[in-house]
Structure formats: structure tokens, C-alpha cells
């Protein structure tokens, strides 16, 4: 499929940006090392949000509607993701990721906070969240939502999934993946608009930034940096392809914790299922 015909399912109904920008709207906020681009909504406690490797801010909207009056939800896009500048090497490590989230915090002058890590942002998140981390101290509470536990600490299988998301960008482009790869994103019971919106976000990927967050997935380690210096809840959608129930579990008994399930869910669980998302997070805003 040619990256002009994978576009065309990578479109959202107009409804539904015109709700994502009034309701849920970007904005530029400038650090040290540029800019990060931020979505917020609502009011008290400050849950901070990082989303996956094929996804962005923008992916939090309903579960930050869900609980804009009890919490004030941000989301990022990671470095190299929507308008926020990517990082310098291109082999970025999860402690760069931290240190970026970190110049966010102090810029948004966000002296704690729950933080919430889903799939790849679980590495960013467990970074800044362990023992001895300059930013331990500002997070009450961690939640880890379908983490990616990384292949750094097994090599062959880091060269050869670099391998194969390379090989998928270079041979599909951004939009040809959005098509081919982000139904595995949720389950089969998935709503049709649900699909859109993970096919949407996927399609928006900048390419040096999709390749930096690779060399992340493929260096980093999660188990190394379990567990976290705070409370930690982690959870896994039952439907889940991406990281497995199973994988999920061996994350959550590094951390001491039991496995929470969520029922009817693939990967993409908050955007699948912000019903049962949002309450977990406003359990982690109250117990805090």
C-alpha cells in the first residue's frame, strides 16, 4: 500500500479533532533543550502522562475528560514527537528521556506529581522514578500501564527488533505503518472510533523521532531500574498483544505489586477503555 492510500484511513471524523483542540489543545512549553509540546486538562493533583512508542499526547484526551474535575491531566509528546524538539544523540538512553521530563516539570514548576508511564513511555517513567533519580522525590505516586520492558539486557533480541522497526519504517513509511501495524494497538472488540484514533495518532510519527525511540526500546532495560523509590500500581489490559498479560505480571512482581487486569482491553487500554483507566488514575491521585 503506497503512503498516499494508508493516509486515507488515518483520518479522523472532524468531530473529533474539533473536540481534541477545544477540550484538549497542544501548546509549546520551552526547556532547555527547546521545546515540549504539552495537552492538559482540568483541575487539582497533577497526573503527568507518557505515552507509547506509536502514539502522542494527544492519545490521553478522553481519559483526561474523564477526570478533568478531579485532576489536572498532562500529557506529552516525547522528544522528536509532535512539535517537541528531539533529543541530541541519536542513541538516546531512558535517563535522556528523564532528563527532558525533568526540564518539563521545573519549567511547568510541577513540584509533584502521579506519573503515569504506557508501554514505552514505562521506561522514561521508571527512570525517573528510581531509586537515586533526581526527580524521585517530586513523584507521589508511579503507574506503569501495559510497560515495555526493553531489550537491553538481551542482545540478540535488541539487533533483531531493531532490526525489524527499521526495516518496517524504511519500507513503509510513517503512514503505511499507521496502516499495517496499529490495529495490534487494541482488541478485537475494539469501537470503530477507537481504531481511528490509535491509526491517527500512529500517522502523525515524525521519523527521527520514531528512530530515537527505537534505540530507546532496544537499549533500556525497565527491570533495572524496579522498583521505583514510591508506590507503584501496574496494569495490563486483558487483550493484550503487545506486552502480554504475562510480561506485564514479571514487571509488576519486580515491583512487589500485584498485576492489576484490565478487562476488554488491548494495548492501548486508555484510549480502548479511558472508563476503566481513569478510575485506576484517580485511585493513584487520592491514595497519594
Same mark, same amino acid.
Not at 533526581?134 to 507521589?140: E, F, M
Not at 538481551?154 to 539487533?159: I, L, P, V
Given at each position: 500500500m503506497s503512503n498516499a492510500a494508508a493516509t486515507d484511513v488515518? &483520518?479522523? =471524523? =472532524?468531530?473529533? &479533532?474539533?473536540?481534541?483542540d477545544a477540550r484538549f489543545p497542544a501548546r509549546g512549553v520551552p526547556v532547555p533543550g527547546g521545546v515540549v509540546s504539552v495537552r492538559e486538562c482540568g483541575t487539582g493533583s497533577a497526573l503527568v502522562c507518557l505515552h507509547g512508542i506509536g502514539s502522542g499526547a494527544a492519545s490521553w484526551l478522553d481519559t483526561a475528560l474523564l477526570l478533568e474535575s478531579k485532576a489536572r491531566l498532562i500529557a506529552w509528546d516525547a522528544p522528536g514527537y509532535g512539535a517537541s524538539t528531539p533529543l541530541v544523540p541519536d542513541v538516546p538512553t531512558a535517563a535522556d528521556y528523564a532528563a527532558r521530563l525533568h526540564e518539563l516539570l521545573d519549567a511547568m514548576a510541577i513540584d509533584s506529581c502521579v506519573l503515569?508511564?504506557?508501554?514505552?513511555?514505562?521506561?522514561?517513567?521508571?527512570?525517573a522514578a528510581r531509586a537515586g533519580s =533526581?526527580?524521585?522525590?517530586?513523584?507521589?505516586?508511579? &503507574?506503569?500501564?501495559s510497560p515495555a520492558a526493553g531489550y537491553g539486557?538481551?542482545?540478540?533480541?535488541?539487533?533483531?527488533?531493531?532490526a525489524e522497526r527499521l526495516g518496517a519504517l524504511d519500507q513503509l513509511g510513517i503512514a503505511g505503518m499507521a496502516a499495517h501495524r496499529s490495529g495490534r494497538l487494541v482488541s478485537g472488540d475494539a469501537s470503530e472510533?477507537?481504531?481511528q484514533w490509535v491509526r491517527w495518532n500512529m500517522a502523525r510519527l515524525n521519523d527521527r523521532g520514531y528512530r530515537q525511540a527505537i534505540e530507546l526500546l532496544c537499549g533500556a532495560d525497565l527491570l533495572a531500574d524496579l522498583p521505583p523509590?514510591? =508506590?507503584?500500581?501496574?496494569?495490563?489490559?486483558d487483550l493484550d498483544v503487545v506486552t502480554t498479560p504475562a510480561a506485564c505480571a514479571e514487571v509488576a512482581q519486580k515491583c512487589g505489586v500485584a498485576l492489576d487486569a484490565l478487562p476488554a482491553a488491548g494495548h492501548a487500554s486508555y484510549v480502548e477503555r479511558p472508563d476503566l483507566v481513569a478510575p485506576l488514575l484517580l485511585r493513584e491521585v487520592l491514595a497519594s
Open positions: 488515518s &483520518v479522523l =471524523p =472532524p468531530s473529533e &479533532v474539533a473536540r481534541l503515569v508511564g504506557h508501554s514505552l513511555g514505562a521506561l522514561t517513567a521508571a527512570s =533526581p526527580l524521585a522525590a517530586r513523584i507521589r505516586r508511579l &503507574v506503569l500501564i539486557a538481551r542482545a540478540e533480541a535488541s539487533q533483531r527488533v531493531r472510533l477507537a481504531r523509590a514510591m =508506590p507503584v500500581r501496574v496494569a495490563c489490559g
